[in-house]
């Protein structure tokens, strides 16, 4: 899917374990201030709420936000992964694996430090 939009910030879709919920944020807040579009999970079934306190709910809601996420990669230019200590999960991987099939530039965030992050030597 191609947006015909001459001008469009690139957008970049952040992907990353939700324990690095506050890391995400934070370079969210960056890419956003850098004039970048950013896709994000919008959820984090690790805090406790009503929508996915029932298990069988929550297990189809993880289904759907999976779908989902896999969409916001496919309408992103970019994917930063935010891995702080390199951790990257199942459902990253995934995701990881989804957007290299697309042929979409990855980077990698591997540290966090007093609000910076650095990316292979480049910054978010």
């Given at each position: ?67 989902l ?26 995701e ?12 990698h ?16």
């Amino acid at each position: 899917m191609t947006c015909h939009w001459p001008d469009r910030p690139p957008i970049v879709c952040l992907c990353g374990s939700t324990r690095f919920w506050d890391e995400m944020a934070e370079v969210n807040r960056y890419q956003t201030a850098a004039g970048r579009i950013v896709l994000a999970p919008g959820i984090d079934m690790k805090r406790p709420h009503p929508l996915w306190s029932d298990p069988a709910a929550a297990e189809a809601l993880k289904t759907r936000l999976d779908r989902l996420h896999l969409a916001k990669i496919s309408l992103a230019d970019e994917v930063i992964v935010v891995a702080p200590g390199g951790y990257i999960g199942e459902s990253t991987r995934r995701e990881i694996d989804h957007a290299d099939r697309l042929g979409k530039t990855i980077r990698h965030t591997w540290n966090h430090t007093a609000g910076h992050t650095t990316s292979e030597g480049d910054q978010p």
